[in-house]
Structures are given as C-alpha cells and as structure tokens.
C-alpha cells in the first residue's frame, strides 16, 4: 500500500491534507484508526516526516517510551519528527504572574496543565520540562534539531531520527491483551482469573507489575 510522506499523530480534527491522518477516536473520521502508541498496521521507515501536535500528554507516562520509539520505526533514516507539548515550568511561572490573578485566567492556564476534559482521552496524564523531553527523545534514538516556546506555555521541538530504537512489541498492548502475551512469553500460558484480576488493578494504579 502506498503511504504520504507525513504522518499526523493524534490529528483529533485537525486533519491535514497529504498526510496520514491517525486518531483513536473514529467520531473524528481519521484516514486510520489506531493507537499512535501501536502502529503495527504501519511498516518500518514508511514516512519522512512525522507531527504529533498536543499529543504526546494525553499518553500515559509508562507508554511514552513505546510510543516514541513506535514513531521512530515508521520514520525514515534521518526523518523529522515534530512535537508540541506544555510547558510545565512556564505554566507555573504564568501561573505566578502578577498580572494573571483573575479565577478565569487561572483556569484558562490549569487547562493547559490537565487538558480540557471535553470527552474520553482529553486528559493530560504527563507533563514536560525541556530536561525531560531531551531524554525522552534521545532514548527513542531523536536528536532534538530545535526547541522553541509558543504561545509562553508551549514546547515546539523538531527532532531528527539518527538511530533506529525499536521498543519490545508487547509494551505497545494494553489490559489484558499485555498481560496475557507477557504470561505466554514466560510461562507459555494464558493468565488465570486471580492472576489477571492483580495484574489489571496495578496496572489501573499506574504501577508496572
């Protein structure tokens, strides 16, 4: 199957024309329907550019590993990828202004710390300091080419593919198709109820088993 060019991570309803538009919400009518954290539908090195504009803190913190280095394996050698993330730390010198006192203004800002919450997946569940994203995205093989701030609250960075880091496929599944391939790879398995039930409430506490 012939692919664009640029790939649109987490488009939402901003769909661009002569990308491929990804969502995991279908309402939004996206080109595919996955998750961005798992894009096994998409072969290796398929794209030169990719964007993931106000994604990557809708991510949860443990799959922000996997799904950057999901982004690097669709990337070309050499290609783009371009995010936009908060900024916590300017959030919170915002948030100290003298001239943003006002409950409203304070609101307006606490939404770009938590997200809008208008619908399922709206939620912001992992913030960024330029440290971080710095080692994020040299762990998922990125060498950041630029990092700028829009809109004082926003990270604009453009990062270069410069090595391939491919993550184990497993991490990119979730509930209880995770839990039960890691049990078929170490045990040779399907999990029983008791052990699927533990291991589904540690990960809903966000704490990796």
Same mark, same amino acid.
């Given at each position: 199957?012939?692919?664009?060019?640029?790939?649109?991570?987490?488009?939402?309803?901003?769909?661009?024309?002569?990308?491929?538009?990804?969502?995991?919400?279908?309402?939004?009518?996206?080109?595919?329907?996955?998750?961005?954290?798992?894009?096994?539908?998409?072969?290796?090195?398929?794209?030169?550019?990719?964007?993931?504009?106000?994604?990557?803190?809708?991510?949860?913190?443990?799959?922000?590993?996997?799904?950057?280095? %999901? #982004?690097?394996?669709?990337?070309?050698?050499?290609?783009?990828?371009?995010? !936009?993330?908060?900024?916590? &730390? *300017? +959030?919170?010198?915002?948030?100290?202004?003298?001239?943003?006192?006002?409950?409203?203004?304070?609101?307006?800002?606490?939404?770009?710390?938590?997200?809008?919450?208008?619908?399922?997946?709206?939620?912001?569940?992992?913030?960024?300091?330029?440290?971080?994203?710095?080692?994020?995205?040299?762990?998922?093989?990125?060498?950041?080419?630029?990092?700028?701030?829009?809109? %004082? #609250?926003?990270?604009?960075?453009?990062?270069?593919?410069?090595?391939?880091? !491919?993550?184990?496929?497993? &991490? *990119? +599944?979730?509930?209880?198709?995770?839990?039960?391939?890691?049990?078929?790879?170490?045990?040779?398995?399907?999990?029983?109820?008791?052990?699927?039930?533990?291991?589904?409430?540690?990960?809903?506490?966000?704490?990796?088993?």
């Amino acid at each position: 199957m012939e692919y664009p060019k640029r790939v649109n991570l987490g488009c939402g309803n901003d769909k661009l024309p002569r990308y491929l538009n990804i969502d995991s919400d279908p309402s939004h009518d996206p080109d595919l329907v996955a998750d961005v954290a798992n894009l096994s539908d998409l072969p290796d090195r398929c794209f030169q550019y990719g964007l993931a504009q106000d994604v990557l803190e809708h991510i949860p913190r443990l799959r922000i590993n996997t799904a950057l280095k %999901e #982004w690097n394996r669709v990337l070309e050698e050499g290609g783009e990828l371009h995010l !936009r993330v908060p900024n916590v &730390l *300017a +959030l919170c010198d915002l948030l100290r202004q003298p001239g943003r006192t006002s409950a409203g203004q304070h609101e307006i800002l606490l939404q770009g710390l938590f997200g809008t919450q208008a619908y399922p997946g709206d939620f912001h569940t992992v913030g960024f300091t330029e440290v971080v994203l710095r080692e994020r995205l040299g762990e998922a093989g990125f060498q950041i080419r630029s990092l700028g701030i829009k809109d %004082e #609250w926003l990270y604009e960075v453009s990062g270069e593919k410069v090595r391939d880091k !491919r993550h184990d496929p497993i &991490l *990119a +599944l979730t509930g209880e198709s995770l839990i039960s391939a890691i049990y078929q790879r170490h045990l040779g398995r399907d999990p029983d109820p008791e052990g699927l039930r533990h291991y589904l409430n540690l990960l809903k506490a966000g704490i990796p088993g």
